[in-house]
């Protein structure tokens, strides 16, 4: 796919940064030239490679060098702890660490916690001195052609997923074309003045655009960070013509002063998923920007779309709580816990075969059989019932994943860091309402006898280990935590008053 987009549109232009612009063959050469540089170091099919890279100019050709070099990225999110970078790096065996400039500093000192993991710079100059930029100016701008099949591994993706833990969500080369095609198919289909804006990381669910819109001879414009102001001042710089946002970035964009008036009159479509969208936020997007919006539901084991609910459908207010209609190339089902298929209008978890599921997760055997049906069903975790027209709602999750500003909370992981303070008993995390993040980490908390301890004080700690968007945004002390007959935490008890008026 890489290699048609850049013979059929060669000339056309690729990546925007800036007012930096490449062109799809500057970035196909770009590519062939990094991912030369790192066969010459000694990697083979299969490797990984640990990737400290924010959005910049460099992230679509070392994307598409590590797919031609036949390699597994590991991406690591900037935004979580050392602690959790040391885990995804030993536990994938990755050998080689690549950072952007401005991450120099997590480099070395994630180099200095993992013996003979080597740090490359990208742009600059790495822990090891080399700079991956510099070493591909001189090197050939032919195509290595590593020889590849749909079945070798190229993403190793870290989630908490759908159990709460830390692992990696392994997709191979045939998957990533699927999930390519399932955009295409379902989503959006991009013409050649198309130009999507990317702001949100592209390790994640905006990266998975670069190649649908590739395809097509379309543009990608990418920005370093989100920022209001800027983004929409980007739309009209660009002529962008289509977005992807998680609901809290829309909410923070409907927020900027002089949003109303703001030039987007290129757009054509707004694309959001990752968490649940307020009612409020979208009726204000559909009054400021006109019904142009999609929403797409799907996670990392099954990207992008398993349903959607597109533009025509937002303009029917009742579908306004539906996660869409499943998509065309997904096989979806709802299944009681006895696994019997549940009748419309009843609870079920969603089940899915698709060509885009992944893998698998990386040596995780044990979990992989637990996640997969013996008919060979993904199983999302994730509870919907269906209408009579086949729409899904999702209505709960089988765990109590909190999803906040789009990242996926788990309450164990939280939980289990706090009940290693000295001061703390026992405890439980919740999500809670929040106008800017949809949900809000939310702690409580039972002191031991005679212990002190504040709530910044327990926020300090836990900020120490884990990312900063799983730190509580509050933390309650109370008397005792309310359980079952059997000793079961009941965060139902916990959570639900936080919601009484939503």
């Known amino acids: 796919?890489?290699?048609?987009?850049?013979?059929?549109?060669?000339?056309?232009?690729?990546?925007?940064?800036?007012?930096?612009?490449?062109?799809?063959?500057?970035?196909?050469?770009?590519?062939?030239?990094?991912?030369?540089?790192?066969?010459?170091?000694?990697?083979?099919?299969?490797?990984?490679?640990?990737?400290?890279?924010?959005?910049?100019?460099?992230?679509?050709?070392?994307?598409?060098?590590?797919?031609?070099?036949?390699?597994?990225?590991?991406?690591?999110?900037?935004?979580?702890?050392?602690?959790?970078?040391?885990?995804?790096?030993?536990?994938?065996?990755?050998?080689?660490?690549?950072?952007?400039?401005?991450?120099?500093?997590?480099?070395?000192?994630?180099?200095?916690?993992?013996?003979?993991?080597?740090?490359?710079?990208?742009?600059?100059?790495?822990?090891?001195?080399?700079?991956?930029?510099?070493?591909?100016?001189?090197?050939?701008?032919?195509?290595?052609?590593?020889?590849?099949?749909?079945?070798?591994?190229?993403?190793?993706?870290?989630?908490?997923?759908?159990?709460?833990?830390?692992?990696?969500?392994?997709?191979?080369?045939?998957?990533?074309?699927?999930?390519?095609?399932?955009?295409?198919?379902?989503?959006?289909?991009?013409?050649?003045?198309?130009?999507?804006?990317?702001?949100?990381?592209?390790?994640?669910?905006?990266?998975?655009?670069?190649?649908?819109?590739?395809?097509?001879?379309?543009?990608?414009?990418?920005?370093?960070?989100?920022?209001?102001?800027?983004?929409?001042?980007a739309i009209a710089r660009y002529r962008v013509t289509e977005v992807n946002l998680v609901p809290t970035m829309i909410a923070m964009l409907l927020a900027t002063p002089g949003v109303e008036d703001a030039d987007v009159s290129s757009l054509r479509r707004v694309i959001y998923g990752a968490s649940p969208m307020p009612r409020p936020i979208l009726e204000r997007a559909i009054r400021v920007w006109g019904p142009i919006l999609t929403q797409y539901y799907g996670q990392s084991e099954a990207p992008l779309a398993l349903s959607v609910l597109d533009r025509e459908d937002h303009l029917d207010e009742t579908l306004w709580g539906s996660c869409g209609f499943p998509s065309v190339d997904a096989e979806v089902r709802l299944v009681a816990e006895d696994g019997a298929l549940v009748a419309d209008g009843e609870i079920g978890e969603i089940q899915v075969r698709a060509p885009f599921a992944m893998a698998g997760y990386f040596r995780a055997d044990e979990l992989n059989a637990a996640t997969r049906t013996d008919d060979g069903w993904l199983r999302t975790r994730d509870m919907a019932r269906r209408d009579e027209r086949g729409y899904l709602y999702l209505v709960d999750r089988r765990s109590d994943m909190i999803v906040t500003g789009g990242y996926n909370v788990y309450p164990r992981e939280v939980e289990d860091v706090l009940l290693e303070h000295p001061a703390v008993a026992e405890c439980a995390v919740v999500g809670a309402p929040d106008p800017t993040w949809v949900e809000a980490v939310v702690a409580f908390v039972v002191l031991k006898p005679g212990a002190q301890a504040s709530g910044d004080d327990l926020r300090a700690a836990l900020r120490e280990r884990l990312a900063g968007y799983k730190v509580p945004r509050r933390v309650e002390f109370v008397d005792a935590?309310?359980?079952?007959?059997?000793?079961?935490?009941?965060?139902?008890?916990?959570?639900?008053?936080?919601?009484?008026?939503?």
Request: hydrophobic share 50%.
């Open 481 to 502: 935590i309310p359980k079952s007959a059997v000793g079961k935490v009941l965060r139902r008890a916990l959570r639900d008053p936080l919601w009484t008026d939503r």
């Open 1 to 233: 796919m890489v290699r048609r987009g850049a013979e059929r549109w060669a000339t056309r232009t690729a990546v925007y940064v800036g007012d930096a612009t490449w062109t799809y063959r500057e970035v196909d050469e770009a590519a062939n030239r990094l991912a030369r540089v790192l066969l010459a170091r000694g990697l083979v099919t299969g490797d990984r490679v640990a990737l400290l890279v924010g959005n910049g100019p460099w992230s679509v050709p070392l994307d598409f060098a590590c797919l031609k070099a036949g390699l597994v990225r590991v991406p690591l999110n900037a935004r979580l702890s050392l602690a959790e970078h040391q885990h995804m790096v030993v536990e994938t065996g990755a050998t080689m660490l690549v950072a952007a400039p401005e991450l120099g500093e997590v480099a070395a000192a994630l180099v200095a916690r993992v013996p003979g993991l080597v740090g490359v710079g990208l742009g600059t100059s790495g822990v090891d001195g080399s700079d991956l930029v510099a070493e591909a100016a001189s090197a050939p701008a032919t195509d290595p052609h590593v020889a590849l099949t749909a079945s070798d591994p190229m993403l190793a993706l870290y989630t908490s997923g759908t159990t709460g833990t830390l692992k990696a969500v392994v997709h191979t080369q045939g998957s990533y074309a699927a999930i390519a095609t399932n955009i295409l198919a379902n989503l959006v289909s991009p013409r050649r003045d198309s130009v999507m804006l990317h702001a949100a990381s592209l390790i994640h669910a905006s990266g998975t655009f670069v190649l649908p819109y590739w395809l097509r001879g379309a543009g990608t414009a990418i920005l370093e960070r989100f920022d209001p102001a800027a983004f929409l001042a």
